[in-house]
């Protein structure tokens, strides 16, 4: 809740604070619960943030249309804490996981239907801000869902929803989530007695945990931990410099060996000036020597660096074309929305992370030659924002093996009529066609896509339509 929102509230004696919960619904009534206002506390590292984005084309909602000012509100209710459920904290928040989200959105509308609402998204990204920590999400945001409250699938809690960050020009959003140490520590720094007077039978402890009765003191989590596979490691942000221009675009990448990065032709076009890679969580960078296109016709290039990288995390090829199938499901790692910051690299230099599934797997003939058909494209649901493009896409399996590469980010749908943008629909290069162009590259050669692959890539028919033959027939007797 904005700060001049909190301010034009609480001022006004004739207005008055109630809350439920999806436990309140009864048969015929919804039993709200008076509650008074305590304090407000601004959330100084969410402002900071948000400032920052901003800068890159973002825009931060809600928003009252003025400076954004977000704040924690504290509320006072005895009758609350006797039916809430217990507050369970945890500090297994880990890059690539999923989360589940409990608000109202819209609940003003029709309270039985969006009292308790619940929607799931993936920890995508990680932000910190005066050593203070906030975690992005694809979970999708809806009006009103600001405050919610954000769990892991086991129920146990990790923060609270702030809004999101939406592009200005509609390529996609990050929703933004509060872990309960930022939290803690902004409302410790206010050093207010209302905070520790708050909850009845409760205390803030020494190492930031709040302790309700019955319940024992957890400390929240302080950071985001990642997956022991370290999976997003292999994926590198490429910025680029095209002969003539000033500007600098960026795109992402994958390593397969230490000195070799699988990419997007757009990412790195013919005409580019200068070319560098950066490795995640480091400031180390590496020049481009070298771009070879062993594959005709396709979207797809291999980037030879000036020099090798001996920490280097090269993604590990899949060699089971069943791991492309259809509702396969799958996580997408790239550097979409926004870019590395040159000023404080290591800030930006985790990429963005999103789960679900393979949508549709096409099969053709890959190469002119070729008799039998092979995996020629996948669309996938995991969200695909701009400048994600040569990034990722992993398998995700639930039996607890490693990820291994799928396939690489070309671009998600877009509407040329309305310009409108589909993050969730992302077209991707399969591991198949990648492992050919690096054969292909090792042996020299050249290899030449199927016209209908090529044709498929454009999106355009790529099959013989059965009624348009049985029109012909017709026609010819």
């Known amino acids: 809740m904005s700060a001049e929102v909190v301010n034009e509230l609480v001022g006004d004696s004739a207005i ?88 109202a959105p819209f609940a003003v509308d029709s309270p039985a239907l969006f009292l308790g609402y619940k929607s799931v ?24 869902m600001e405050g919610s409250a954000i769990t892991n699938t086991d129920g146990v809690s990790i923060g609270i929803l702030a809004g999101s960050l939406r592009k200005t020009n ?26 520790f007077n708050l909850l009845n039978r409760s205390s803030l402890t020494s190492n930031g945990a709040i302790g309700i009765a019955g319940t024992p003191n957890v400390t ?14 292999s994926v590198v942000c490429i910025t680029v410099r095209r002969q003539g221009g000033f500007k600098t675009s960026w795109g992402s990448g994958v390593v397969l060996s230490q000195n070799i990065v699988v990419t997007n032709r757009h990412v790195v076009p013919k005409d580019f000036k200068s070319a560098n890679v950066t490795f995640p969580e480091s400031s180390v960078r590496r020049q481009i020597s070298a771009v070879f296109q062993p594959v005709s016709g396709l979207d797809i290039v291999y980037l030879v660096l000036d020099s090798a990288y001996s920490d280097a995390r090269p993604a590990t090829l899949s060699t089971n074309l069943a791991n492309c199938s259809q509702l396969k499901p799958v996580t997408t790692v790239g550097y979409g929305l926004f870019p590395l910051s040159t000023n404080d690299l290591k800030q930006y230099s985790i990429p963005l992370v999103s789960n679900g599934y393979i949508s549709q797997a096409v099969s053709l003939p890959l190469l002119q030659k070729d008799k039998h058909a092979s995996t020629a494209l996948l669309s996938v649901s995991a969200y695909c924002w701009n400048g994600s493009s040569g990034g990722a896409v992993f398998t995700n399996p639930t039996d607890g093996t490693k990820r291994v590469l799928a396939g690489i980010i070309v671009s998600n749908g877009r509407v ?3 310009d409108t943008i589909y ?34 890539w454009k999106l355009q028919p790529t099959h013989t339509e059965v009624l348009d033959v049985l029109t012909s027939i017709k026609s010819n007797l």
């Open 170 to 195: 509609g390529e996609g959003e990050l929703s933004v989530i509060v872990p309960w140490s930022t939290i803690l520590k902004t409302m410790s720094a206010y050093q207010s007695s209302q905070i």
């Open 416 to 418: 040329d009529k309305t």
């Open 16 to 103: 008055s604070f109630a809350i439920a919960l999806s436990e309140s619904i009864g048969p015929e009534t919804i039993h709200w619960t008076p509650i008074t206002y305590v304090s407000k506390f601004e959330l100084t590292s969410l402002n900071t943030f948000v400032s920052r984005m901003e800068s890159n084309g973002m825009r931060f909602h809600p928003s009252s249309g003025l400076a954004s000012s977000a704040t924690i509100t504290l509320f006072r209710s005895q009758a609350w804490l006797e039916v809430s459920r217990p507050l369970r904290f945890t500090e297994d928040v880990k890059l690539g996981s999923h989360l589940v989200a409990e608000g």
């Open 121 to 144: 998204g993936t920890v995508s990204g990680a932000h910190t801000v005066a050593n203070t920590k906030l975690i992005l999400s694809d979970l999708r945001y809806m009006e009103g």
């Open 220 to 233: 929240p989590p302080t950071q985001v931990h990642k997956q022991t596979d370290d999976f997003y490691k």
């Open 423 to 456: 993050p969730q629909l992302g077209f991707a290069i399969p591991i198949n066609i990648i492992s050919l162009g690096l054969e292909a590259m090792a042996s020299r050669q050249q290899m030449h896509l199927h016209e209908r692959v090529k044709r498929l």
